[in-house]
Nanobody, 125 residues
Framework: VQLQASGGGLVQAGDSLRISCVVSGRSFRRYGWFRQLPGSEREFVAAINWSGDSTSYTNSVKGRFTISRDNARNTVYLQMNSLKPDDTAVYYC?????????????????????WGQGTQVTVSS
């Protein structure tokens, strides 16, 4: 199993950016995006189930970020609009074998089985 994240970069506040994660090796029941600052814990951003009909977001990104999947390309996307300096972080994609809609389970990084290498997103003010 390999997860390859890409698409990060330096943007200005208010700009948009789309990051991608190509998942190879097998299919999974749940796909997520997390972010992390140096010295901080990994923070849940968004998740989507295998069929794409169930999504979850942390409150700070609701209405600005959209997670989606392209099954034909085995790719998960995170469309980020109206970016803020507080969104600056390394963004990681993750996948899980277990399907659940449990609020806390989806947001727990220890409940994901494989991780990508991360892509840096920097938002300047």
């Amino acid at each position: 199993v390999q997860l390859q994240a890409s698409g990060g970069g330096l943007v200005q506040a208010g700009d948009s950016l789309r990051i991608s994660c190509v998942v190879s090796g097998r299919s999974f029941r749940r796909y997520g995006w997390f972010r992390q600052l140096p010295g901080s814990e990994r923070e849940f951003v968004a998740a989507i189930n295998w069929s794409g009909d169930s999504t979850s977001y942390t409150n700070s990104v609701k209405g600005r970020f959209t997670i989606s999947r392209d099954n034909a390309r085995n790719t998960v996307y995170l469309q980020m609009n109206s970016l803020k300096p507080d969104d600056t972080a390394v963004y990681y994609c993750a996948v899980a074998l277990l399907y659940t809609d449990d609020f806390h389970y989806i947001r727990d990084p220890t409940k994901y089985d494989y991780w990508g290498q991360g892509t840096q997103v920097t938002v300047s003010s």
